[in-house]
């Protein structure tokens, strides 16, 4: 059916799969940066029961570094913040990305029903049997 259809159409349908496959790509991103978060802000929370004094490690990579509970706080802290931030942008993007999907979405429809109706291919396309 593609092939019927005015260039037009045909370019807005192919900004259509483009603007859905970010979509995509944005959901994995945000699902990623949200469990990310949920994970630091256990681990957060968890890092209260401990003792400050308590001997701690963090990963580098394929080693376990030692630390102390400051540094580890800090450090939680402030992935906590950045992530949030990081899901917020993702918030936004993924409501652009449907704002100009639903846009581009009406153009299209506009564009086919006012071909179907009074375009040179209209009235004789569907009645013509």
């Known amino acids: 059916m593609q092939g019927n259809l005015p260039p037009d159409a ?3 349908i192919e900004e259509l799969q483009d603007l859905q ?21 256990s681990a957060l929370e968890a890092l209260d029961d401990v003792d400050e004094d308590a001997t ?4 580098v990579g394929e080693l376990f570094v030692e630390t102390n509970y400051d540094e ?21 993007q993924e409501e652009r990305i449907q704002s100009q999907f639903e846009e ?4 299209l429809q506009q564009m086919l029903q006012g071909g179907a109706g009074g375009g040179p291919m209209g009235p004789g396309g569907a009645g013509g049997a």
């Open 56 to 59: 701690m490690y963090r990963e």
């Open 10 to 12: 045909q370019e807005k």
């Open 72 to 92: 580890a706080h800090d450090s939680l802290e402030d992935k906590v913040d950045s992530l949030e931030i990081r899901v917020e942008q993702l918030d936004k």
């Open 104 to 107: 581009l979405q009406q153009e």
């Open 21 to 41: 496959e970010t979509a995509q790509q944005l959901s994995a991103q945000k699902q990623q940066a949200e469990t990310t978060l949920s994970e630091s802000k």
